[in-house]
């Protein structure tokens, strides 16, 4: 990439940091989001993001054409991949979406620039203003970029400095969506520094937490248990931490058309960000007594991969986990020789797509990549013993509340058509918590 050494991580592969620069650069944050940030007005701000999202949106923007020529290589996405995945982010990234936004996590969209009043608090004589922390520190997992981008929105509406701390080898993106933000306004992106780094550098780590008020974090549990170990008693941590998602499809809407469309849709949930999203499906539950079976749906299913494979191709992946995708499909051929309650399609030549069909309910984790798992269930209670996270649902609508509550008392936190399950809202509440919400502090002022 050929943009200014604006951000540390524009830095040569070559150069090596120090904690003295990570200090330097937390200072810098703060005084920049003083002077720059701090007193611009909401509409002002949403109108910036507004206009970005619309540039990322077009086909001749520099730093989108960008992503999609050295995004392959640094990220193993595929061009049309990364396209679709860029698309679904910034279309969501609108005026009337942040406004929304707001007054879901805020209860006012005026509430971060002055005291307002707003549902019963006008009854009870108070207003309230909501703070962003001055320095705002995201850890980032890297394994999909548009939460990190989605991070970095949030930071500035809550007009915080921000530090983005990258895992190794995915600053790409979070890079090019900064030069464009400086280009837009020199000033704002002043308020914002992106690093990367592999982690275990625990002396930047250190400099890094010493300086933040709040930090958020997205990885395994274990990782973010280290995180936390790290950090100062007085700095507030919001983690992100493993979860699972899956797909229920209930058996009114398998009619041979109604089948027909779900697979197509179920298989573009499979090959959005090849998978590797915490909101991608692992499996599909086909509930029985549908016109189609699980085992034909899981035939259709792989007749629609084998047709995106050839229109978004899934991109090279490491040795490791095409390793792992070989050993996992030796595995299911010994079944299915043995037993007819197993059945798998693949791609061939190649890696590029796998579904398995098995009889038995079980859970089973995917090796991700598009390997996913088909399983016939009686019903979504049977289905129901590992929904952590978000669930795919295809369904009537006179099914469709009644199987919406059970998914929600058992824990599941989105629930959305399949299709949808990579492209959350802007207004998506992650884990269950406000997004904005959560990084705020609240001044209540009782007149």
């Given amino acids: 990439m050929t943009e200014p050494n604006y951000f540390l991580a524009d830095l040569p592969s070559g150069a090596t940091l120090s904690a003295s620069m990570i200090s330097e650069a937390c200072h810098a944050l703060k005084r920049n989001r003083d002077h720059y940030l701090s007193h611009r007005s909401t509409q002002s701000l949403i109108a910036l993001l507004d206009d970005l999202a619309g540039n990322w949106l077009d086909a001749n ?4 054409q960008l992503a999609l020529k050295l995004g392959p290589e640094a990220t193993g996405f595929s061009s049309a991949t990364l396209a679709r995945g860029l698309d679904a982010f910034f279309s969501q990234l609108t005026a009337d979406h942040l406004h929304a936004l707001l007054q879901q996590e805020l209860g006012h969209v005026d509430r ?3 005291f307002v009043a707003a549902g019963g608090e006008q009854k009870t004589q108070r207003v309230a203003l909501a703070t962003g922390p001055r320095l705002l520190v995201h850890i980032t997992a890297g394994n999909v970029p548009n939460p990190t981008l989605m991070s970095m929105v949030l930071g500035l509406l809550a007009r915080s400095g921000q530090f983005v701390k990258c895992a190794s080898g995915s600053a790409l993106l979070p890079r090019l969506f900064a030069h ?10 002043a308020c914002l520094e992106i690093g990367e780094w592999k982690g275990g ?8 937490y010493a300086e933040a008020d709040c930090v958020t974090a997205t990885g395994s549990d274990e990782t973010l248990a280290q995180i936390r170990s790290h950090l100062p008693a007085h700095v ?11 797909g229920f499809i209930a058996r009114e809407v398998l009619s041979n058309h109604g089948a027909k469309k779900t697979a197509a ?3 573009a949930d499979v090959v959005a960000w090849n998978q590797l999203g915490c909101l991608s499906p692992h499996l599909f539950y086909v509930e029985a007594g549908g016109a189609v079976s699980a085992e034909l749906f899981a035939e259709m299913l792989a007749g629609e991969l084998a047709k995106r494979e050839q229109t978004e191709p899934r991109g090279n992946i490491p040795a490791a986990d095409a390793a792992a995708i070989a050993s996992r499909r030796a595995g299911y051929d010994i079944r299915a020789a043995a037993s007819s309650d197993t059945r798998q399609w693949q791609s061939q030549g190649s890696t590029a797509w796998t579904v398995v069909y098995e009889a038995d309910p079980r859970f089973q984790l995917s090796c991700l990549n598009r390997f996913i798992h088909v399983k016939a269930a009686a019903s979504l209670s049977e289905a129901l013993h590992t929904a952590e996270t978000t669930a795919g649902l295809a369904a009537t609508a006179a099914r469709a509340e009644p199987l919406a509550t059970e998914l929600a008392r058992w824990g599941v936190t989105r629930i959305c058509p399949i299709g949808q399950m990579q492209v959350p809202p802007l207004t998506w509440r992650h884990d269950g918590r406000p997004s904005l919400g959560d990084l705020v502090t609240w001044t209540d002022w009782e007149q």
């Fill in 201 to 208: 550098r625990l002396d930047l780590e250190k400099a890094l």
């Fill in 61 to 64: 923007c520099r730093f989108r």
């Fill in 265 to 267: 849709a179920a298989a």
């Fill in 112 to 114: 971060l620039e002055r």
């Fill in 236 to 246: 507030r941590f919001l983690g992100y931490g493993h979860r699972v998602s899956f």
């Fill in 180 to 189: 464009s933000l400086y280009e837009a306004d020199p000033k704002l992106a």
